[in-house]
């Protein structure tokens, strides 16, 4: 009964307050097969869940006890470049990636702040440093962020990063708006599904489709787009899925239709449970092994883990069901791997 008056109660407010920011417009442009005028879709159905099942999940409970903190096996010291095919992966924490290749060092998702929530001192906190000490990367020359949730887009470490490095951020369509929002030193150049931005002559970067949804305050859901990333480079096209969930899988073959296999893809394989709740906009690790395949990546990384709790499962899950899962589909375990933060994988 209690639980029935918090969730009326609850709903009472959200509706009283949705006019609020119903009119504000955060991409102005032409409808298309996923843009409705005023709100993204995926074109596939509904993505992500409403603000009473967030409420309904959360007052169920049942989430594992993660350790409050775990140190830093290693910190890493990029080098300043790397040249050329060669491939240099560090991975830094949660959606985290340095990618080094071609004389191009790239971010996904940079996230250096303690927490990934809207104040700094409530929400998600870090269980480990990041891998890398922010003093201690290279020149970035380009930032990819994938959408606007608090743990992938990091503003603190955003501004940081354009004071110390004034890098290039590409993004989808609308979340210029968030960035630009007392930001406004920002180089930002905005995409939307399957369209690109030449870098030089050697370096593209193309926004391609996946399943999810964006929200950064509370009345403005899907006013700004997600995606994730393929970039093409002199050593091989790499692949940086975001968030995601699986559906029916067609954006990832429509994306080794367009592109081939891949070099490397990054997928997320943590922030998955409880399964009614996340399966639409989240892949477990089982079904991260069926993007994989759909890609047809020559290697996966693992990311979206150890850093943040998130979801329900624990801290040590999504790497026990990932093993799991790789046997079950007879992929062999050097083609999907995690890797420890603070750790760089060299391509062979």
């Known amino acids: ?62 989430a594992a006890e993660w350790p409050d903190a775990v140190p830093l096996a290693a910190s890493a010291k990029p080098p300043e470049r790397v040249d050329g095919n060669e491939l240099k992966v560090t991975f830094v924490g949660h959606a985290t990636v340095l990618i080094q290749t071609a004389g191009f060092n790239i971010l996904t998702d940079p996230h250096w702040s303690e927490r990934a929530f809207m104040v700094s001192w409530a929400g998600p906190k870090r269980v480990t440093p990041p891998g890398i000490a922010f003093e201690d990367l290279p020149p970035i020359d380009l ?74 305050r509370l009345f403005d859901r899907n006013k700004a787009l997600w995606g994730g990333f393929v970039v093409e480079t002199p050593g091989g096209k790499l692949y940086y899925g975001g968030d995601t969930g699986l559906w029916d899988g067609a954006f990832f073959r429509e994306a080794r239709e367009r592109f081939g296999s891949f070099r490397l893809a990054m997928l997320p394989v943590g922030a998955y449970e409880p399964r009614w709740f996340m399966k639409d906009q989240h892949v477990n690790p089982a079904e991260a092994v069926q993007v994989h395949n759909l890609l047809g990546a020559q290697a996966t990384l693992g990311v979206h883990l150890r850093t943040f709790q998130l979801t329900d499962e624990s801290y040590e899950q999504p790497e026990i069901e990932l093993a799991a899962a790789l046997r079950e589909a007879n992929v062999p375990a050097e083609q999907f791997f995690t890797l420890p933060i603070g750790a760089t994988w060299i391509a062979p």
């Not at 298309?32 to 169920?60: C, E, M, Y």
């Not at 030193?185 to 391609?208: A, P």
Request: aromatic fraction near 8%.
């Open 1 to 62: 009964m209690k639980r029935a008056v918090i969730l009326a109660l609850l709903a009472g407010a959200i509706a009283a307050c949705a006019t609020l920011d119903y009119h504000r417009r955060y991409y102005v442009g032409p409808a298309s097969d996923h843009f409705d005028g005023t709100h993204f879709f995926n074109p596939a159905g509904a993505i992500g869940k409403g603000a009473l099942d967030v409420i309904q999940w959360r007052l169920k409970g049942g």
């Open 143 to 216: 930032v990819l962020v994938s959408h606007n949730h608090y743990d992938h887009m990091d503003l603190p470490t955003l501004e940081r990063l354009r004071e110390a490095h004034d890098p290039l951020v590409v993004t989808p369509l609308g979340n210029e708006h968030v960035l630009l929002d007392g930001h406004d030193d920002l180089r930002i150049h905005t995409l939307d599904w399957w369209q690109h931005l030449d870098l030089n002559d050697r370096v593209r970067v193309h926004v391609v489709p996946v399943y999810h949804w964006s929200r950064r």
